[in-house]
T-cell receptor
Framework: DAEITQSPRHKITETGRQVTLACHQT?????MFWYRQDLGHGLRLIHY???????NKGEVSDGYSVSRSNTEDLPLTLESAASSQTSVYFC????????????FGNGTRLTVT | AQSVAQPEDQVNVAEGNPLTVKCTYS??????LFWYVQYPNRGLQFLLK??????LVKGSYGFEAEFNKSQTSFHLKKPSALVSDSALYFC??????????????FGKGTHLIIQP
C-alpha cells in the first residue's frame, strides 16, 4: 500500500543546530506539505510544494526551508533550531485537484533544548 | 481570508448515544469542507468532505456531516458512538478560488471522549 514515511519519529537537538526531518511518499502525489501541530493552534502550514523544483512558503515559514528534487521526497530543514520550534511536525501529500484530501505521515516529535 | 472555528475543545458522549462535533467556517465563496481524525501518536486521517451537491455527506467509520450554508456550519455526526471513536477531530476549509493546496485552513481540533 502507498504511504508517507517520516523519520525520525523523535528527535532531540540543541539550540542553534541544523536539523533535517525526512518525508518520503509512495503515493506518487505532486503536492506535498509540512505542518506543525501545537496545543491551542491546531495545524499550521510551514512550506508546500506542487512538484519537483517547486517550493512555497506557508503561514509559519520563518526559520524553515524545503527542497524538492524528486516526486517522493520533501525534507524539512531547520537552519538554526530554536526552542520555539519544539513541536510535532507532519508531512502530507495530495493529488493535484484542490478538493483532494491530504494523506498524512505519523509525525516527528522535535524537542529543541 | 478564510477561517474555521471548532467551539468545543472537548465533547463527552456516552457509548451508544449520538454524537455531534461542531464546526463553523468563514469563506468568501462556496467552500470545500473536510473532517479529519487523529489518534494518539498518529497523523491525521481523512474522514469525509463536502464539495457540492447533497448537504449530508457520508464518510468513513459511520460518520456523516451536514453542510448548512445559511449557518456556515459543517457539523460532524454519528448516530451511535463507540468507545473507539475517542480521538481528536479536525475540521478544515478551503476556498476553491484561493488556488491550490495552500488554501487549506484547519480548526484547532476537538477532543471527542466516548465513555463506556
Amino acid at each position: 500500500d502507498a504511504e508517507i514515511t517520516q523519520s525520525p519519529r523523535h528527535k532531540i537537538t540543541e539550540t542553534g543546530r541544523q536539523v533535517t526531518l525526512a518525508c518520503h511518499q509512495t503515493w506518487n502525489h505532486n503536492n506535498m506539505f509540512w505542518y506543525r501541530q501545537d496545543l491551542g493552534h491546531g495545524l499550521r502550514l510551514i512550506h508546500y510544494s506542487y512538484g519537483v523544483q517547486d517550493t512555497n512558503k506557508g503561514e509559519v515559514s520563518d526559520g524553515y526551508s524545503v527542497s524538492r528534487s524528486n516526486t517522493e521526497d520533501l525534507p524539512l530543514t531547520l537552519e538554526s533550531a530554536a526552542s520555539s520550534q519544539t513541536s510535532v511536525y507532519f508531512c502530507a501529500s495530495s493529488e493535484l485537484r484542490d478538493n483532494s484530501p491530504l494523506h498524512f505521515g505519523n509525525g516527528t516529535r522535535l524537542t529543541v533544548t | 481570508a478564510q477561517s474555521v472555528a471548532q467551539p468545543e475543545d472537548q465533547v463527552n458522549v456516552a457509548e451508544g448515544n449520538p454524537l455531534t462535533v461542531k464546526c463553523t467556517y468563514s469563506v468568501s465563496g462556496n467552500p470545500y469542507l473536510f473532517w479529519y481524525v487523529q489518534y494518539p501518536n498518529r497523523g491525521l486521517q481523512f474522514l469525509l468532505k463536502y464539495i457540492t451537491g447533497d448537504n449530508l455527506v457520508k464518510g468513513s467509520y459511520g460518520f456523516e456531516a451536514e453542510f448548512n450554508k445559511s449557518q456556515t456550519s459543517f457539523h460532524l455526526k454519528k448516530p451511535s458512538a463507540l468507545v473507539s471513536d475517542s480521538a481528536l477531530y479536525f475540521c478544515a476549509v478551503r476556498d476553491p478560488r484561493g488556488g491550490g493546496a495552500d488554501g487549506l485552513t484547519f480548526g484547532k481540533g476537538t477532543h471527542l471522549i466516548i465513555q463506556p
